[in-house]
């Protein structure tokens, strides 16, 4: 279980990274936390010419607000989001699902950029920036371009990043006043891939739901919002038998697979669960923050 | 007279710190892969990515050329190098199989090694596997072991002419009619999925020849270091003299290093034939696919019990499915024989049946796991026990109660054959009950039910053969004597103490506890003392360390080899003190004249009898060293109970353990500390054998779980806190008063967690009768229960 050979570089800039990536984009892979990228390099599942490491690149490295939104550099580690009182102020629902990636350990290494790039369909990062409507802004020698998340995953392990492409920074605009939001997932071990994980940001205004949001992941091939849940949802007012209603429209409209873990319909079945409680809890949140 | 306080044992029994761990946990243990040789040769291995073919053949040429490839090995080149390895057994309808290093013509599961490829390194070793290529004509794999019992399924071993590799049957009164004359029968087939052991160092060997003294010397992660070295010099043809084998530090082993594997022959050959250091390093993939498997059975039992809840008769029908090959020494009979041979457990079952077949499928071989066939039987018996309790409406406690063989009935002969020597069966009970607060859990458990929540309570009671002596084999027929230990003790010219010994510690801390039992046995000072173990050279025979055996064996060879020294050790004492042998004993490193402030130490006897010559009468200087070999004949059973509370999620399926609690008897408690620990550790492997952990292979005989993603072993946070209670009473049957008790915790488990889950269940009516009972089976199960209930 030991990598093909490959060409090694550690740029110091990002500038001087777009320059390199250019050159070999088709055959190299940046190597950020090397989380996910490692191991496949030693299964040699994948064997690319060169690696191209970003980790002396500091100024991707960062956290700042911005128009009550947040900026967050693609260096960002994972433990550093799950830290961040800024992060827990602004946007908790990412505080919470930060504590379902993996283990400490990776969480060290592991970076903001690097997840969504990689786009595991059952990593939390990628979900969360989807239900956050995030903007993934990304350099190549062509110059910056802006992603939204909704459409940045295209499959398992496939984004619409091009070849010479590398994420800088992913941008969280604000949450509208009495939001509430919740996380929750199913996985077999604390820190596993999920089985399934929806989350949920619920924001109401006299009395009424006036937006909401549902993402899931681990139910398909990509992170996903489930626009008719969704619409189903806004304009009405809370209650159990809406929640209930919407988490079965949830469960109805992700169209899962079954592997050795878990079956499309026992995921089918969670997404439903799940989507109940992030509802509930979501809406619940709203009361205590607006006391 | 002598201070009494001083004579009471103050090592044994106490919570002593482990001596290896300083070692271990600062970086400075030295396993397989540590050893540095310079110029060693780095294996890598083309394995077969076909679970059955015929190999039509196979080219190395472009991966010999590569660079930094120094040779590439088929089995072909081997011819002549290496007798083929047979697990030969005495046991009637047994077959078994011959493992060649290489396979030879037909490979017969997926990660057989084929092609061996020798390089400086082991990324260089990898490169090259690229480029061999192997052409195979692919045969009819059989996954099932249902089907690979069927008339037209492909037979893996012609010579055999049959997939039934092993047949035993152990029978006592007339079943049938006892059956059929019962007022009450439960029963149903039972499934227990195959399980991988997973130690976290995977296994690693290196060999080296030295041309000059012709000293072969296999460096190997193993818990078996003195099987290897008889099997080495048989399969080579060398003295023993010139093969050594070595465990070092060993990171775990569970049973799957308890058994010899083609690349540790293969790297011992090619050592040899090169006259160059050998080494070869399982990754993750290599181990679970090749470390050999446990827990693969499909059981069909019935109990069969008077109104009362008299259990009067048992029977059981297995099929063990054992993998493709017949694995060295323990042959493929040794765990589906033992599911049948401890069915009937710590109970009284006055008849009993049960049959067993050990069926070859296109899978890695099984071999011993921790608790070899008794966590099945246990789980079988407990879930029936359970079931039974239910029928009759008593609760399981008391169902135990009535039926667990009593004080006044040992020794018991089970109908298989086994006797149970006295041991704490209802006392176990009644501790674990207590420590539970049995009465209060059920009170606790009605409130929640009535709430609609799935809350569970599963108890498990089982009783094991520790200690096993030569009366009995370790595995059925076979012709290797794993019932004696030896013990070599000295005190050498310095003072300090040696203990050489057979066994090999891989984790359950052996250096610790035999210091413990020669500090008392001898009255020496523990930080005198040292253990070696896991070096075949140490002693003339040796096994290793398996199947419980080392504290009990080990231990009693310590006891008597110590108790020689001391004698030995006290009477050059009386030349030296001028006082009777009888008036002289030792404490702390020092011998002293009672009632006296006459005294010496170790060291200064040491230096009168072998350095100060003339101190001592020429005939009263003894060697002060002791062999002694220790034989406890039958063996000791170890017994236990478990219980487990949990509760099950009803929508997400999820199962939190809540509680979980073990009342044990292993005789006398050498370290209470290292006894918890090794009950917390089998526990979690029990957990996860009864809710996570597979071994997935799909019907062309394929491994679909062969990473840690997709075999999942619990974590910590999947693992209850585990309450321990020690009986600590002294085995009637060995010398030193210890039972064995490295397994246990994985035998109780699976059986108390599955009836724990089947409690919890009980208001949807559903039963488990497979294990693992993972998320996804408990959600059809529920899901099943469900519309059951509704009536759809």
């Known amino acids: 279980m030991k990598p093909a050979p490959f060409e090694y570089f550690c740029p110091d800039s990002l500038d001087e990274a777009v320059v390199l990536l250019a050159g070999r984009a088709a055959e190299a892979k940046l190597l950020a936390g090397g989380q996910s990228l490692v191991p496949l390099l030693n299964f040699r599942l994948l064997q690319p010419a060169a690696l191209i490491d970003i980790n002396r690149l500091s100024e991707l490295a960062f956290l700042a607000e911005d128009r009550g939104g947040l900026r967050i550099g693609a260096l960002t580690r994972h433990h550093a989001l799950e830290t961040s009182p800024a992060v ?204 | 007279m002598a201070d009494p306080d001083v004579l009471r044992p103050k090592h044994i029994g106490a919570r002593v710190r482990r001596v290896e761990d300083p070692r271990l946990l600062t970086g400075q243990g030295a396993f397989a892969d540590d050893r540095i040789v310079p110029g060693a040769l780095h294996i890598a291995f083309r394995r077969s990515d076909h679970a059955h073919a015929l190999i039509s053949g196979i080219d190395t040429a472009a991966a010999a050329a590569m660079p930094g490839v120094f040779a590439v090995y088929t089995a072909a080149d081997l011819e002549g190098l290496v007798e083929p390895l047979r697990a030969t057994s005495r046991m009637r309808n047994y077959h078994a199989t011959p493992l060649y290093p290489l396979a030879r013509g037909r490979v017969r599961h997926v990660g057989e090694p084929v092609v061996a490829v020798l390089a400086e390194d082991r990324y260089r070793a990898e490169d090259a596997l690229d480029g061999i290529a192997i052409d195979y004509a692919p045969l009819a794999a059989v996954s099932d072991p ?207 049946r049960g049959r067993v077949r050990a069926v070859a499928t296109n899978k890695a071989p099984t071999g011993p796991y921790r608790g070899v066939g008794r966590p099945i039987a246990t ?124 066994i090999a510690s891989h984790g359950q801390g052996l250096e610790t506890t035999l210091a413990q039992v020669i500090a008392d046995e001898l009255g020496a000072r523990l930080a005198d003392i040292q253990i070696l173990q896991g070096d075949s050279a140490l002693v003339a025979h040796g ?47 020092r011998v002293f004249v009672s009632g006296t402030d006459r005294s010496l130490s170790f060291r200064e006897i040491a230096r009168a009898v072998y350095t100060e010559i003339g101190r001592l009468p020429r ?32 929508q997400t399926c999820k199962v939190r353990l809540d509680r979980y609690v073990v009342a044990e008897d292993c005789g006398r408690v050498i370290n209470p500390m290292i006894v918890d620990g090794q009950v917390h550790g089998a526990v979690a492997q029990g957990i996860g054998a009864a809710l996570t952990e597979e071994i997935v292979y799909d019907e062309a005989g394929q491994l679909l779980t062969a990473s840690l993603v997709d075999y999942v072993i619990p974590a910590a946070s999947e693992v209850p806190p585990i309450e321990t209670i020690h009986l600590d009473t002294e085995s009637p049957s060995t010398l030193g008063g210890f039972r064995g008790m490295g397994e246990g915790g994985t035998i109780g488990a699976p059986a108390a967690v599955a009836n724990a889950l089947a409690d919890a269940l009980a208001p949807l009516g559903a039963e488990i009768f497979e294990l693992p009972m993972t998320p996804e089976r408990l959600f059809r199960l529920i899901t099943e229960a469900t519309a059951q209930a509704r009536g759809d």
């Not at chain 1, 899931?216 to 209930?244: H, T």
């Not at chain 2, 667990?404 to 040992?410: A, S």
């Not at chain 2, 003190?577 to 008036?583: N, T």
């Open chain 1, 88 to 291: 827990a102020a602004l946007f908790p629902v990412l505080s919470e699902a930060m504590a379902h990636v993996a283990h400490l350990a990776v969480r060290n290494r592991g970076t903001i950029g690097g997840s969504l790039a990689h786009a595991d369909p059952a990593a939390e990062l990628p979900m969360v920036a989807t239900l956050l409507d995030a903007e993934i802004r990304t350099r190549s020698a062509a110059g910056p371009h802006t992603h939204d998340a909704r459409d940045f995953f295209t499959g398992p392990l496939s984004t619409v990043l091009a070849d010479d492409e590398i994420v800088t920074e992913v941008f969280l605009p604000a949450l509208p006043p009495r939001t509430g939001s919740a996380f929750a997932e199913f996985s077999l071990r604390r820190g596993d891939f999920a089985i399934a994980a929806v989350a949920a940001t619920v924001t109401v205004a006299d009395g009424r739901i006036t937006a909401a949001r549902l993402a899931v992941a681990g139910a398909d091939e990509r992170p996903l919002r489930l626009d008719e849940v969704e619409a189903s949802l806004a304009g009405q007012c809370f209650d159990a038998d809406l929640v209930e209603t919407a988490a079965r429209l949830a469960g109805e409209s992700v169209n899962p697979f079954t592997d050795l873990r878990a079956s499309a319909d026992y995921r089918r079945h969670l997404v439903a669960v799940l989507a109940r409680r992030v509802l509930t809890e979501a809406h619940a949140r709203i009361a205590v923050g607006a006391a």
């Open chain 2, 146 to 352: 249902r089907a690979a019992l069927g008339a037209d399924a492909p037979v893996l071993h012609e010579e055999a002419g049959t997939n039934v590799l092993a047949e035993r049957e152990f029978s006592r009164g007339d079943i049938a009619a006892e059956l059929a004359a019962a007022p009450i029968r439960v029963g149903g087939s039972f499934r227990f999925h195959r399980k991988a052991p997973t130690a976290i160092e995977n296994r690693a060997c290196i060999a080296e020849y030295d041309r000059g003294r012709r000293l072969l010397t296999l460096t190997s992660s193993t818990q078996i270091p003195g099987v290897i070295r008889d099997a080495l010099a048989d399969l080579l043809d060398m003295p023993g003299h010139s093969v050594r084998v070595v465990a070092a530090d060993v990171g775990g082993g569970f049973g799957g290093k308890a058994s010899l594997y083609p690349e540790e022959i293969l790297v011992a050959v090619l050592a040899r034939r090169l006259g160059r250091a050998v080494r070869w390093t399982g990754d993750r993939l290599e181990d679970l696919a090749t470390t050999s498997h446990g827990f693969d059975e499909i059981i069909d039992a019935e109990l069969a019990l008077d109104r009362d809840g008299t259990m009067l008769a048992l029977s059981a029908e297995v099929i063990g499915d054992v993998g493709a090959y017949s694995i060295y020494p323990w042959t493929a009979a040794l765990e589906p024989v033992q599911v049948v041979s401890f069915m009937p457990g710590p109970y009284r079952v006055p008849t009993y």
């Open chain 2, 379 to 502: 789980f079988v018996m407990e879930r029936l026990v359970d079931m039974a309790a239910r029928r009759l409406s008593l609760d399981p406690a008391e169902l135990r109660r009535r039926n667990l063989v009593r004080p006044e009935e040992f020794p018991y002969r089970v109908a298989s054959g086994i006797v149970w020597d006295r041991s704490g069966f209802g006392e176990c009970l009644e501790r674990a009950c207590a420590a539970i607060d049995y009465p209060k859990l059920r009170t606790d458990q009605g409130k929640a039910r009535a709430a609609g929540r799935l809350c569970g309570v599963g108890i498990a009671s089982y009783a094991e053969l520790t200690g096993i002596g030569s009366r009995i084999s370790a595995a059925p027929g076979m012709p290797i004597n794993t019932g004696t230990e030896t013990a070599t003790i000295r005190l050498d010219s310095t003072g300090a103490v040696t203990g050489n010994f057979g």
């Open chain 2, 543 to 589: 096994t290793g360390t398996y199947a419980s055996r080392s504290a009990v064996l080990a231990g009693g060879a310590a006891v008597s080899a110590a108790r020689l020294l001391k004698e030995r050790i006290i009477r050059a004492a009386s030349h030296l003190l001028e006082a009777a042998v009888e008036d002289i004993d030792a404490a702390d490193g």
């Open chain 2, 619 to 650: 005939d009263a200087r003894e060697e002060l060293e002791v062999t002694k070999v220790y034989d406890p004949f039958f063996g000791t059973a170890t017994a236990a109970t478990h219980i487990a509370a949990l509760e099950i999620d009803p």
